[in-house]
């Protein structure tokens, strides 16, 4: 393996490998004793979910990271936020479901993910990137964030799950 990653647009036929990534990365959290981010049920065991990951894809653009054409990592970009966060107020593109295969962590997936991501939204002639995360577990995911170029906004929280909205200007 030489461990290079590229990225390509993802489609509707991608879903199934988005969701074995996220499936990857809800057992990644869990062996880390994180449970509250995203549950201890794999994403493909909840039909609601799937659905609304379905529903993501469709309704931005799914990209696919890959290494040695296996896939590593994957997020969508939408020109708008979740239902529970307020839309900016101006042209956005909108980062959802970013996760890395536990398999290639460390690699810088999820790195490479958010500046393709970058550089799409400014492509679009959109200068507003924004995503939102767990704000739980010491804020660990946010200070992720912070270390790819976002700052903080505002916060939510849906039922008892802390969230932080970031953005970046691009």
């Known amino acids: 393996m030489d461990n290079v990653i590229t990225i390509r647009k993802g489609g509707a036929a991608d879903v199934p490998a988005m969701l074995a990534v996220l499936d990857s990365a809800v057992g990644w959290l869990n062996g880390r004793g994180i449970t509250a981010q995203w549950g201890t049920e794999p994403f493909s065991a909840r039909p609601k979910t799937v659905e609304l990951v379905e529903r993501v894809a469709a309704e931005g653009v799914p990209w696919m ?4 054409g296996v896939p ?6 939408t020109p708008h936020p979740g239902a529970y966060v307020e839309p900016a107020g101006e042209p956005e593109s909108y980062v959802r479901f970013l996760a890395t295969d536990a398999r290639f962590h460390g690699l810088g997936v999820g790195a490479a993910l958010l500046a393709h991501a970058a550089e799409e939204t400014r492509r679009q002639g959109i200068s507003l990137l924004r995503v939102d995360c767990f704000a739980g577990s010491e804020g660990r995911l946010v200070a992720y ?4 170029g976002f700052t903080r906004t505002e916060t939510f929280t849906v039922g008892d799950w802390p969230g932080q909205v ?3 200007r691009v």
């Open 65 to 68: 990271a890959e290494v040695d």
């Open 72 to 77: 590593a990592g994957t997020l969508t970009l």
């Open 145 to 148: 964030y912070e270390g790819q």
């Open 166 to 168: 970031l953005e970046r």
